[in-house]
């Protein structure tokens, strides 16, 4: 039996940092929010207290505030020749649930995407002809950086970014990154204090003719109240970012800068444990009337909606989009379709380095503690000849120097035994890692769709995800990596170890969980499954925010986009739709 | 029926088909807390909704009503009528006092279960002389004799308000007193042996922000009522006015100049600040303190904040008192468990993070003569109280899990002798008796706690 619930004028379908922004923003224009979330109640003192935070084995390998998989997964396959296998244990991504979701345990890395980085597809072949781009299903993204410099901004001065500006309105400013989109202000914080490792980083870029900069970071440098009355407070670099929950409340999250406020709005409303199923559609399949879920006890719940707003993580959005019938899978044989087209990752490589004379302690760290060169980065550079588009970041960074995870070993050192041992004793405070986090383009037979035999706990087919990193991304990522390298010899180690991306994608170990694609959106109904308001084209009263919108994904970290273009939706729906519901933008 | 159940941030989170497990920002692993988690909040009223909703002027007596809704914050009224299900002024709450439990009643305009037939005579003589409608003696934990202080134009906008607010058809527990207490005429007794029954007389000879601030802290703010020590009855100990008095296990500190201890070294700037936000340079407003921030002294205006503080900062000094030293062995474990669970917020030297991690050094609260706030503190954990411009509950988690009665003991007598700060050692004793009164013995897990798989 299915319960009909009181109807609510806006429905938000999971909540993490999009269904955060997305609620503040409603509720602040008046409107009856419900947000449904369906892991637990999370909150600072409780669950990621200074007293038990800092447990590796707890948070990192035993998964503590992740999916349970045992309840629902992905299958997963490199190509459409082969069977697509459930993922039984997480490895290369690490999907969020729960209050704040994956903005509790990411790093608070803090990025923008470059102005090409939009235009992928006309810029490229502008620049290198219609070949470079031509074994790709790349496109612009129907937004304009100049379009959303304000809604990164606000993101900037919700989370109180710490950073340097390198480029404000269009003047090249010392010591930030001249390669950035004009900002409109300076970050609301100064950057953090860089500790030894990313500063020799940063000396042997500049001996290189590079342009280090620190990483703008949402582990505050400096206590800060953001413009809701939310405080946060100054890092302790203890080094338990990703993964972890921060307990001094340092890290920018939905938790320390969201709702502290939105739980003092009386229209404002949160249930937790309740899984959306699907999203219901009228009979004429134009318009969602709201959306059914389970809760922990297994009963069903009806919530009619004036509006759906999906706010989950990229795989479930997608899947949701499937699930309901909303716009036509993609086909990866002929290439029709858009529901699950340009699935697109993150093309990550790294070069380790070891010294016999500096200490490094890497355990002072902290999620975002880098300094980093982007001359490297989407078109930054000139790529004639070089047979891929697209590039990254180079970061010499310590976000920790955590006992499992984070010991580096020379090559050829056994993965275990006395040899690793001595190899771990000798090197662990003496080495530190340079991270190349390059970009991805999409290509026709990555996608997502409905797996035709694994179903979850309840009964509904698992999302498949077919993927391999396209030959693009490897020679980009071979080229980032030989750069990497000439950095990291500049810094005259011992030794150094380069962790190339070779062979085929494989899910076990981790990488990164910068997952996009699949509900892209852009200029027309034909290649997208959103408009630049993130408004589905089929059905105009459901919105889906995330990383599914990019087209492709860039060589940076991808929340301060995200979350950018959450706060553009809001204001497109606030100062439009409420007015006159209906497409926000006419084919 | 514990007071804790205040200490829920009414949130508007609303769970008509109790399927929600929404646990409090202030929730720690304190079970208390996690026991009032369960209660749903059904009312679509807030209390900060009722305190701050603006009152169009096309209302009849508009101006009496905005006047009853500002005195309404300025009496804290919601921190101890808010109704179990978050209706405010419905009710219901208890007080443990040393005589039993004293429930709340409902302030709601309901004519039969709250005041909505009461007149305006009646309404002052409760506020004045403790007297309820049909004549009864009400108890003095409601603060009529702070109250009595009260002009009759604002008893009667406070009623005004209170009759506009919505009604709320509940009739809260009976109390839970014992004899002869049990009897409401000896309520008489007592007001004949403590009720002072003067009016409230402006002093020429000060100025008219102390003046107020008299009214506002010593009447409708009734701030004695838990900062000036009681005797025997339950009564104020007039020598001892506002020099600090326990609160159902908790601290309520002296507000008195001393340096040491009271808020000597409190500029007037600083006092206002600490009222508008619960938190400035030198301490942050946790446990009932919160409430009174965030239902109260948040919502007043800078002028009347400002009166209190110039007043407070009238107050004589109390007395220094004689402080035992601790044992060197006490002070080196205690500087042992410090470094390992409290420099991650309040730093290897206790000055802490102003604002959002109260300073230790130099700390007012942590020196008080009786250290059981400070044990309850790191035993239960508590939060700061939030208002609409510091929204942030930011709190104390509770180490009860993790530290035994004996480090407890340590590392509050290392904190109450370290950076400046001077304090008797801290009980072993004192710690387990509080832990088993608040029912703190066995560890509690949240529904998160523990690997899930």
Known sequence: MV????????????FGWTGAILGQQLCDAGLNVLALE???????????????????????????????????????????????????????????????????????????????????????ERRYGKKAVQDLTVQDWGVTYEELEPYYDQFDQLCGTSGKAGNLNGRIQPGGNPFEGARSKEYPNPPMKQTYGPTLFGEAAAKLGYHPFPHPTGNLSQPYVNPLGAQLGACTYCGFCEK???????????????????????NFTL??????????????????????????????????????????????????????????????????????KNYAYQTMSSVNVFFDDKIINPFIGAGALATVIDEFNGDNFDHSGKGFIGGAYIAGM??????????????????????????????????????IHGSSMSQRGNYLDLDPTYRDIHGRPMLRMTFDFPENDIGMSNFLTDRAAEVARAMNPREIKLNRRVGSWSVTPYQ????????????????????????????????????????????YNPTGTVAALAYQAAHAIISQYIKKPGPLVQE | MKRHLKILIVVGLFSAIALVQILSWASTRNPVLERSASIGITSEITPQGLLSHSIPDTTANASQLRRGQYLVAVGDCVSCHLGKAGQPLA????????????????????QQTGIGGWTADQFYRAMRSGIGAQGENLYPAFPYPSFRL????????????????????????????????NIRASVKGWNLLYLNDEEFKTNSIQSSDWNRGAYLVNGLGHCGSCHTPKNSLGADQGDRFLQGSLVEGWLAPDLTSNTRIGLGRWTTEQIVEYLQTGRNAYAAAGAQMGEVITYSTSLMTPEDLRAMAVYLQSLPSSKPVTVETASASSLRRGAAIYSDACTGCHLQNGVGQPRLFPPLDNNSMVQQEDPIGLIHAILGGTHVGVSPSRSTPFSMPSFAWKLSDAEIADVATYIRNSWGNQGSPVKTDDVRDLRSRLDLNSIHYTANSGDQH
């Not at chain 1, 319960?3 to 999971?14: R, S």
């Not at chain 1, 004429?284 to 004036?306: I, L, W």
């Not at chain 1, 499992?404 to 662990?428: L, R, V």
Request: proline share 6%; hydrophobic share 35%.
């Open chain 2, 150 to 181: 009260i002009t009759r134009e604002d008893s009667d906008a406070i009623l005004a308000f209170l009759k506009s607010t919505p009604a709320v058809n509940y009739t809260p527990p009976s109390n839970g007193l014992h004899f002869p207490l």
């Open chain 1, 38 to 124: 369906r892991g637990p109640w999370r909150d600072t003192p409780t669950d990621f207290a200074t007293g038990f935070a800092q447990d590796e084995l707890r948070y990192m390998w035993r998964h503590h505030l992740f999916q349970n998989l045992a309840d629902d997964t992905l299958t997963i396959r490199n190509n459409i020749r082969q069977e697509a296998l459930p993922m039984r244990r997480m490895g290369s991504f690490l999907l969020g649930t729960g209050v704040g979701s994956g903005g509790v345990h990411w790093n608070g890395q803090i990025w923008r995407f470059l102005p090409s980085d939009f235009l992928t597809r006309s810029h490229n």
């Open chain 1, 244 to 266: 972890f929950g921060c307990g001094n409340y340092s890290k920018a999250s939905p938790q320390t800068t969201i709702l502290p406020y939105l739980l003092l709005k009386p």
């Open chain 1, 3 to 14: 319960t009909k619930l009181k109807a609510v004028d806006a429905v938000l379908v999971g």
């Open chain 1, 271 to 340: 249930k937790t444990e309740c899984e959306v199923l699907r999203v219901e559609l009228s009979a004429d399949r134009t318009r969602a009337t709201g959306v059914t879920f389970v809760n922990s006890a297994g009963e069903e719940f009806f919530q009619p909606a004036e509006m759906v707003i999906l706010s989950a993580y990229v795989l479930q959005n997608v899947r949701l989009l499937l699930l309901s019938g909303i716009g036509k899978p993609y086909d990866p044989t002929t290439g029709e379709g858009v529901v699950g």
């Open chain 2, 91 to 110: 009710g219901g709450l208890g007080l443990e006092t040393p005589f039993g439990v004293i429930y709340s009643s409902n302030i709601t305009s309901d």
């Open chain 1, 512 to 555: 990164t969980t910068h997952n996009t694609g699949g509900a892209i959106m852009g200029t027309n109904p034909r290649e997208s499954v959103i408009n630049k308001y993130l408004q589905s084209w089929d059905v105009p009263n459901v919105f889906s925010m995330g990383a599914g919108a990019f087209p492709q994904n860039a060589g």
């Open chain 1, 398 to 435: 310590v976000t920790g120097g955590r006992p499992i995870e984070m010991i580096y070993t020379p090559q050829g050192t056994p993965a275990w035994g006395m040899e690793w041992k001595h190899a771990a004793a000798k090197n662990y405070l003496r080495s530190f890692n340079l991270s």
